[in-house]
Protein backbone atom coordinates (compact mmCIF):
# COMPACT_ATOMS: atom_id res chain seq x y z
CA UNK A 1 0.00 0.00 0.00
CA UNK A 2 1.66 2.96 -0.64
CA UNK A 3 0.12 6.52 0.60
CA UNK A 4 0.14 9.86 -0.94
CA UNK A 5 2.64 12.30 0.12
CA UNK A 6 1.46 15.48 1.89
CA UNK A 7 3.43 17.71 0.67
CA UNK A 8 3.65 17.12 -3.06
CA UNK A 9 6.29 20.18 -5.30
CA UNK A 10 5.75 20.14 -8.98
CA UNK A 11 7.88 17.52 -10.95
CA UNK A 12 11.39 18.79 -11.23
CA UNK A 13 13.43 19.83 -14.95
CA UNK A 14 14.95 16.44 -15.99
CA UNK A 15 18.65 16.67 -15.03
CA UNK A 16 19.89 15.73 -18.97
CA UNK A 17 17.97 19.48 -20.13
CA UNK A 18 20.05 21.47 -17.40
CA UNK A 19 23.14 19.59 -18.46
CA UNK A 20 22.50 20.62 -22.34
CA UNK A 21 21.97 23.89 -21.11
CA UNK A 22 25.13 24.30 -19.46
CA UNK A 23 27.07 22.40 -21.90
CA UNK A 24 25.55 24.49 -24.81
CA UNK A 25 26.37 27.68 -22.94
CA UNK A 26 29.60 27.10 -22.15
CA UNK A 27 29.76 25.83 -25.75
CA UNK A 28 29.08 29.01 -26.77
CA UNK A 29 31.39 31.02 -24.40
CA UNK A 30 34.08 29.04 -25.80
CA UNK A 31 33.39 30.12 -29.19
CA UNK A 32 32.99 33.42 -28.02
CA UNK A 33 35.85 33.77 -26.83
CA UNK A 34 37.79 32.42 -29.65
CA UNK A 35 36.45 35.03 -31.78
CA UNK A 36 37.11 37.36 -29.63
CA UNK A 37 41.23 36.49 -28.93
CA UNK A 38 42.21 34.91 -32.70
CA UNK A 39 39.39 36.84 -35.10
CA UNK A 40 38.69 40.52 -32.99
CA UNK A 41 41.99 43.45 -33.16
CA UNK A 42 43.06 45.05 -30.01
CA UNK A 43 41.61 48.62 -29.52
CA UNK A 44 43.89 51.23 -30.88
CA UNK A 45 44.34 53.40 -27.89
CA UNK A 46 43.72 50.95 -24.90
CA UNK A 47 45.40 48.54 -26.34
CA UNK A 48 44.12 44.49 -25.18
CA UNK A 49 42.71 45.33 -21.99
CA UNK A 50 39.61 46.28 -24.30
CA UNK A 51 38.91 42.75 -24.51
CA UNK A 52 37.83 42.65 -20.88
CA UNK A 53 34.63 44.73 -22.48
CA UNK A 54 33.12 42.17 -24.59
CA UNK A 55 32.28 40.11 -21.04
CA UNK A 56 31.99 42.61 -18.88
CA UNK A 57 29.23 44.05 -20.44
CA UNK A 58 27.46 40.84 -20.97
CA UNK A 59 27.48 39.95 -17.19
CA UNK A 60 25.78 43.36 -16.77
CA UNK A 61 23.24 42.51 -19.30
CA UNK A 62 22.35 39.19 -17.25
CA UNK A 63 22.76 41.03 -13.78
CA UNK A 64 20.14 43.65 -15.08
CA UNK A 65 18.00 40.81 -16.56
CA UNK A 66 18.22 38.22 -13.29
CA UNK A 67 17.98 41.12 -10.97
CA UNK A 68 14.90 42.38 -12.43
CA UNK A 69 13.25 39.03 -12.87
CA UNK A 70 14.47 38.41 -9.21
CA UNK A 71 12.38 41.89 -8.62
CA UNK A 72 9.40 40.61 -10.50
CA UNK A 73 9.16 37.08 -8.85
CA UNK A 74 9.46 38.65 -5.37
CA UNK A 75 6.47 41.01 -5.87
CA UNK A 76 4.46 38.12 -7.20
CA UNK A 77 5.54 35.96 -4.22
CA UNK A 78 4.81 38.83 -1.55
CA UNK A 79 1.27 39.06 -3.39
CA UNK A 80 0.65 35.48 -3.44
CA UNK A 81 3.17 33.27 -2.24
CA UNK A 82 4.19 30.35 -4.32
CA UNK A 83 7.00 28.20 -3.75
CA UNK A 84 7.83 27.69 -7.26
CA UNK A 85 7.90 31.50 -8.41
CA UNK A 86 9.77 31.90 -4.81
CA UNK A 87 12.78 29.59 -6.18
CA UNK A 88 12.66 30.93 -9.61
CA UNK A 89 13.24 34.52 -7.74
CA UNK A 90 15.55 33.06 -5.49
CA UNK A 91 17.97 31.49 -8.59
CA UNK A 92 17.83 34.85 -10.46
CA UNK A 93 19.25 36.63 -7.22
CA UNK A 94 21.97 34.38 -6.83
CA UNK A 95 23.04 34.39 -10.74
CA UNK A 96 22.27 38.00 -10.40
CA UNK A 97 24.64 38.41 -7.10
CA UNK A 98 27.53 36.68 -9.34
CA UNK A 99 27.41 38.72 -12.56
CA UNK A 100 27.75 41.80 -10.27
CA UNK A 101 30.48 40.49 -8.86
CA UNK A 102 31.93 39.78 -12.48
CA UNK A 103 30.91 43.44 -13.35
CA UNK A 104 32.38 44.49 -10.43
CA UNK A 105 35.42 43.19 -10.41
CA UNK A 106 36.44 43.44 -14.39
CA UNK A 107 35.05 46.50 -14.34
CA UNK A 108 38.00 48.10 -12.15
CA UNK A 109 40.45 46.27 -13.97
CA UNK A 110 39.41 47.91 -17.03
CA UNK A 111 39.31 51.02 -15.69
CA UNK A 112 43.32 51.06 -13.76
CA UNK A 113 43.94 51.39 -17.62
CA UNK A 114 41.78 53.08 -19.12
CA UNK A 115 41.19 55.75 -16.84
CA UNK A 116 43.96 55.53 -14.63
CA UNK A 117 42.06 54.34 -11.20
CA UNK A 118 40.27 51.51 -9.85
CA UNK A 119 37.10 52.91 -8.90
CA UNK A 120 35.31 56.39 -8.76
CA UNK A 121 32.16 56.92 -6.83
CA UNK A 122 30.64 58.06 -10.33
CA UNK A 123 26.38 57.32 -10.51
CA UNK A 124 26.53 54.58 -12.88
CA UNK A 125 29.54 52.23 -10.27
CA UNK A 126 27.87 53.64 -7.22
CA UNK A 127 24.46 52.02 -7.96
CA UNK A 128 26.07 49.03 -9.56
CA UNK A 129 27.79 48.64 -5.85
CA UNK A 130 23.83 49.53 -4.10
CA UNK A 131 22.00 46.31 -6.25
CA UNK A 132 25.32 43.90 -5.37
CA UNK A 133 25.06 44.55 -1.34
CA UNK A 134 20.80 44.51 -1.92
CA UNK A 135 21.19 41.28 -3.44
CA UNK A 136 23.92 40.18 -0.85
CA UNK A 137 21.57 41.02 2.32
CA UNK A 138 18.60 39.52 0.37
CA UNK A 139 20.33 36.02 0.14
CA UNK A 140 22.17 36.95 3.75
CA UNK A 141 18.19 36.87 4.93
CA UNK A 142 17.04 34.09 3.71
CA UNK A 143 20.05 31.54 5.05
CA UNK A 144 19.92 33.56 8.82
CA UNK A 145 16.45 34.26 9.33
CA UNK A 146 15.12 32.59 12.43
CA UNK A 147 11.65 31.80 10.99
CA UNK A 148 12.00 30.62 7.57
CA UNK A 149 8.79 32.63 6.49
CA UNK A 150 9.23 35.53 8.27
CA UNK A 151 12.89 35.58 6.34
CA UNK A 152 11.82 34.97 3.05
CA UNK A 153 8.62 38.33 3.35
CA UNK A 154 11.76 40.40 4.24
CA UNK A 155 13.75 38.98 1.58
CA UNK A 156 10.99 39.80 -0.66
CA UNK A 157 10.26 42.77 -0.03
CA UNK A 158 14.22 43.69 -0.13
CA UNK A 159 14.46 41.90 -3.72
CA UNK A 160 11.70 44.20 -4.88
CA UNK A 161 14.13 47.39 -4.91
CA UNK A 162 16.78 45.76 -7.09
CA UNK A 163 14.31 46.16 -10.22
CA UNK A 164 14.21 50.14 -9.73
CA UNK A 165 17.83 50.02 -9.31
CA UNK A 166 18.99 47.92 -11.79
CA UNK A 167 16.55 50.02 -14.24
CA UNK A 168 18.50 53.10 -12.79
CA UNK A 169 21.86 51.44 -13.26
CA UNK A 170 20.40 51.47 -16.87
CA UNK A 171 19.49 55.48 -17.31
CA UNK A 172 22.29 56.75 -15.25
CA UNK A 173 24.58 57.68 -17.24
CA UNK A 174 21.95 59.19 -19.60
CA UNK A 175 20.27 61.50 -16.42
CA UNK A 176 23.91 61.86 -14.38
CA UNK A 177 26.28 61.86 -16.48
CA UNK A 178 29.62 60.67 -15.36
CA UNK A 179 32.64 58.85 -16.03
CA UNK A 180 31.38 55.61 -17.35
CA UNK A 181 31.27 55.22 -21.28
CA UNK A 182 28.37 55.03 -22.99
CA UNK A 183 29.32 52.34 -26.27
CA UNK A 184 25.97 50.92 -26.63
CA UNK A 185 23.73 53.93 -26.52
CA UNK A 186 26.22 56.62 -27.30
CA UNK A 187 27.00 55.73 -31.09
CA UNK A 188 27.29 51.86 -31.29
CA UNK A 189 30.59 50.09 -31.81
CA UNK A 190 31.64 50.46 -35.98
CA UNK A 191 34.06 48.04 -36.65
CA UNK A 192 31.77 45.11 -37.88
CA UNK A 193 34.35 42.08 -35.86
CA UNK A 194 34.18 43.98 -32.76
CA UNK A 195 30.56 43.90 -32.84
CA UNK A 196 30.14 40.00 -33.87
CA UNK A 197 32.38 39.49 -30.65
CA UNK A 198 30.64 41.33 -28.59
CA UNK A 199 26.87 40.40 -29.23
CA UNK A 200 28.00 37.23 -29.71
CA UNK A 201 29.67 37.25 -26.07
CA UNK A 202 26.62 38.52 -24.79
CA UNK A 203 24.44 35.93 -26.23
CA UNK A 204 26.41 33.09 -24.89
CA UNK A 205 26.15 34.80 -21.45
CA UNK A 206 22.96 35.01 -21.23
CA UNK A 207 22.16 31.43 -22.78
CA UNK A 208 25.10 30.70 -19.81
CA UNK A 209 23.54 32.31 -17.09
CA UNK A 210 19.74 31.44 -17.79
CA UNK A 211 20.78 27.46 -17.66
CA UNK A 212 22.95 28.20 -14.35
CA UNK A 213 18.94 30.11 -13.02
CA UNK A 214 17.57 27.00 -14.26
CA UNK A 215 19.74 24.59 -12.75
CA UNK A 216 19.80 26.34 -9.78
CA UNK A 217 15.81 26.40 -9.50
CA UNK A 218 15.70 22.63 -9.51
CA UNK A 219 18.27 22.39 -6.25
CA UNK A 220 16.26 25.15 -4.53
CA UNK A 221 13.20 22.82 -5.85
CA UNK A 222 14.82 19.84 -4.35
CA UNK A 223 15.61 21.88 -1.18
CA UNK A 224 12.31 22.47 -0.85
CA UNK A 225 11.18 18.88 -1.44
CA UNK A 226 13.56 17.71 1.10
CA UNK A 227 11.77 20.04 3.52
CA UNK A 228 8.32 18.31 2.52
CA UNK A 229 9.84 14.56 3.30
CA UNK A 230 11.03 15.70 6.83
CA UNK A 231 7.43 17.17 7.69
CA UNK A 232 5.97 14.06 6.59
CA UNK A 233 8.56 11.59 8.17
CA UNK A 234 7.58 13.11 11.15
CA UNK A 235 3.95 13.16 10.62
CA UNK A 236 3.71 9.65 9.77
CA UNK A 237 6.10 8.60 12.50
CA UNK A 238 3.35 10.73 15.10
CA UNK A 239 0.71 8.59 13.58
CA UNK A 240 2.30 5.04 13.70
CA UNK A 241 3.25 6.14 17.66
CA UNK A 242 -0.36 6.90 18.24
CA UNK A 243 -1.60 4.03 16.36
CA UNK A 244 0.83 1.60 18.50
CA UNK B 1 33.98 111.57 14.48
CA UNK B 2 32.95 108.95 16.17
CA UNK B 3 31.33 107.70 12.67
CA UNK B 4 34.23 108.18 10.70
CA UNK B 5 36.47 105.77 12.85
CA UNK B 6 34.04 103.54 12.81
CA UNK B 7 33.80 103.51 9.44
CA UNK B 8 37.42 103.31 8.83
CA UNK B 9 37.55 100.29 11.13
CA UNK B 10 34.61 98.44 9.38
CA UNK B 11 37.13 98.96 6.26
CA UNK B 12 40.27 97.47 7.53
CA UNK B 13 38.34 94.63 9.28
CA UNK B 14 37.15 94.31 5.45
CA UNK B 15 40.74 94.69 3.68
CA UNK B 16 42.16 92.17 6.37
CA UNK B 17 39.18 89.64 5.44
CA UNK B 18 39.26 89.68 2.20
CA UNK B 19 43.45 89.79 1.87
CA UNK B 20 43.09 86.21 4.45
CA UNK B 21 40.81 84.99 1.72
CA UNK B 22 42.50 85.75 -0.83
CA UNK B 23 45.73 84.88 0.08
CA UNK B 24 44.40 81.65 1.53
CA UNK B 25 43.03 80.90 -2.17
CA UNK B 26 45.65 82.02 -4.08
CA UNK B 27 47.72 79.79 -1.69
CA UNK B 28 45.27 76.85 -2.19
CA UNK B 29 45.33 76.95 -5.74
CA UNK B 30 49.19 76.90 -5.86
CA UNK B 31 49.31 73.64 -3.92
CA UNK B 32 46.60 71.90 -6.04
CA UNK B 33 48.61 73.35 -9.31
CA UNK B 34 51.70 71.72 -7.87
CA UNK B 35 49.90 68.44 -6.81
CA UNK B 36 48.21 68.20 -10.08
CA UNK B 37 51.11 68.68 -11.92
CA UNK B 38 53.26 66.14 -9.89
CA UNK B 39 50.08 63.29 -10.33
CA UNK B 40 50.32 64.20 -14.02
CA UNK B 41 53.85 63.41 -14.32
CA UNK B 42 53.60 60.06 -12.40
CA UNK B 43 50.90 59.29 -14.27
CA UNK B 44 52.67 60.06 -17.75
CA UNK B 45 55.41 57.96 -16.06
CA UNK B 46 53.24 54.89 -14.95
CA UNK B 47 53.07 51.96 -17.22
CA UNK B 48 50.35 49.93 -16.85
CA UNK B 49 49.77 46.02 -17.72
CA UNK B 50 47.34 46.15 -19.55
CA UNK B 51 47.54 41.97 -20.31
CA UNK B 52 47.92 41.40 -16.76
CA UNK B 53 44.40 42.85 -15.70
CA UNK B 54 42.85 41.23 -18.92
CA UNK B 55 44.49 37.74 -17.71
CA UNK B 56 43.08 38.97 -14.24
CA UNK B 57 39.52 39.89 -15.42
CA UNK B 58 38.88 36.47 -16.92
CA UNK B 59 40.62 34.30 -14.22
CA UNK B 60 38.07 36.13 -11.79
CA UNK B 61 34.96 36.04 -13.81
CA UNK B 62 35.20 32.33 -14.95
CA UNK B 63 36.34 31.35 -11.55
CA UNK B 64 32.75 32.79 -10.24
CA UNK B 65 30.49 31.20 -12.68
CA UNK B 66 32.51 28.09 -12.52
CA UNK B 67 32.42 28.15 -8.61
CA UNK B 68 28.48 28.82 -8.47
CA UNK B 69 28.02 25.85 -11.09
CA UNK B 70 30.03 23.44 -9.51
CA UNK B 71 28.54 24.11 -5.97
CA UNK B 72 25.30 23.77 -7.38
CA UNK B 73 26.16 20.48 -8.80
CA UNK B 74 27.27 19.37 -5.93
CA UNK B 75 24.83 20.64 -3.41
CA UNK B 76 22.16 19.01 -5.75
CA UNK B 77 23.78 15.83 -5.36
CA UNK B 78 23.73 15.97 -1.98
CA UNK B 79 20.17 16.80 -1.84
CA UNK B 80 19.09 13.97 -3.57
CA UNK B 81 20.78 11.42 -1.94
CA UNK B 82 18.84 12.86 1.20
CA UNK B 83 15.55 13.02 -0.51
CA UNK B 84 15.88 9.05 -1.64
CA UNK B 85 16.81 8.29 1.94
CA UNK B 86 13.86 9.79 4.11
CA UNK B 87 11.62 8.43 0.64
CA UNK B 88 12.99 5.27 2.02
CA UNK B 89 12.50 5.89 5.14
CA UNK B 90 8.78 6.72 5.07
CA UNK B 91 8.25 3.75 2.67
CA UNK B 92 9.13 1.50 5.57
CA UNK B 93 7.09 3.32 7.76
CA UNK B 94 4.10 2.30 5.46
CA UNK B 95 5.34 -1.16 5.40
CA UNK B 96 3.00 -2.88 8.67
CA UNK B 97 6.00 -5.99 9.18
CA UNK B 98 8.67 -3.23 9.69
CA UNK B 99 9.45 -2.61 13.67
CA UNK B 100 8.99 1.23 14.75
CA UNK B 101 11.90 3.40 14.36
CA UNK B 102 12.96 5.62 16.97
Redesign the interface.
Known sequence: ???Q?LHSPAPLNHPKRLIGG?VLGTALVIAALGWVFLATPADEN????Q??FY??VG?AFGMLLCLCAASGAALIDLMAPNDAIDAAGQACT??GM?FA??VL??GP??A??SW?TWWTWEPRLTLTLLVLLISMAVLALRQLAAEPQTGRKIANALAVLAGPVAYLIHIAVQKWGGTHPQVIQGGGIQSATMRIAFWGSVAALLV?GFS?VA??V??IR??Q??QA??L??SA??LM??RR? | MHFNRLQSKRWSTGGICAAIVLGTATAWADVARSVEAQDLSR?KE?S?P??T??V???M??WG??G???VR??L??TR??R??AA??D???R??DPSSP??A
Open positions: MTHPLLGIVKIFHTEVILATSLWRKGLLLRRGLEKLCKELRERAS | YEVGGLLVAYIMLVFLATARQTEDVLQRIELDPQ
